[in-house]
């Protein structure tokens, strides 16, 4: 028997959009937060050796004010990389979940729908997003369900036809 997943589809592409663009969001407050806290602590590292500890940790490691601003520009840089392509990666999940709600009512998208939530579980992999990944397997295995199913001559987006009512008749006369 033949199980329709449009529903299941559309809940699922509301799902990933909702979590995509939230992602997108958070990546850029953070990356935001990074850059503040970067520029902050770039500056802080010169006035650090004022500090007892700080500065017996810094000599003790030998790093110059130099080197310690070098430290910090790369550790923060790497951050804001890895927020800036975790965004990016986010987007391709976003387009992957606007297709999967496109193809919830219109058989003929099934095929794009499943072929763009292939490509947003791996940018959602690569972005670290295990949540999104599954929901775009899931999606993608739907709309693989129903275009066999459509290409089988299953019809879902018509729904089932309806007995019409009869006018009322008198059986004897």
Aim: proline letters at 5%; glycine letters at 10%; a negative charge.
């Amino acid at each position: 028997m033949y199980q329709n997943h449009a529903k299941a589809i559309k809940g699922l592409g509301i799902a990933i959009i909702v979590l995509a663009a939230l992602t997108i969001a958070g990546c850029l407050l953070g990356l935001a937060f990074t850059v503040f806290s970067g520029s902050m602590a770039a500056t802080f590292v010169p006035y650090s050796y004022n500090d007892a500890s700080i500065a017996a940790d810094m000599h003790e490691a030998g790093l110059s004010d130099d080197e310690a601003i070098a430290l910090f520009t790369m550790v923060f840089g790497m951050i804001g990389a890895g927020l800036v392509w975790a965004a990016l990666c986010s987007v391709f999940v976003l387009v992957a979940g606007i297709k999967a709600l496109g193809a919830a009512n219109d058989p003929a998208k099934l095929k794009g729908a499943m072929a763009w939530n292939i490509v947003g579980a791996v940018a959602s992999f690569l972005g670290l997003g295990l949540v999104t990944t599954v929901l775009c397997i899931i999606v993608a295995v739907f709309a693989n369900k129903d275009k066999a199913a459509l290409e089988a001559g299953y019809f879902y987006a018509q729904p089932p036809a309806q007995p019409q009512p009869q006018p009322p008749y008198c059986p004897y006369q």
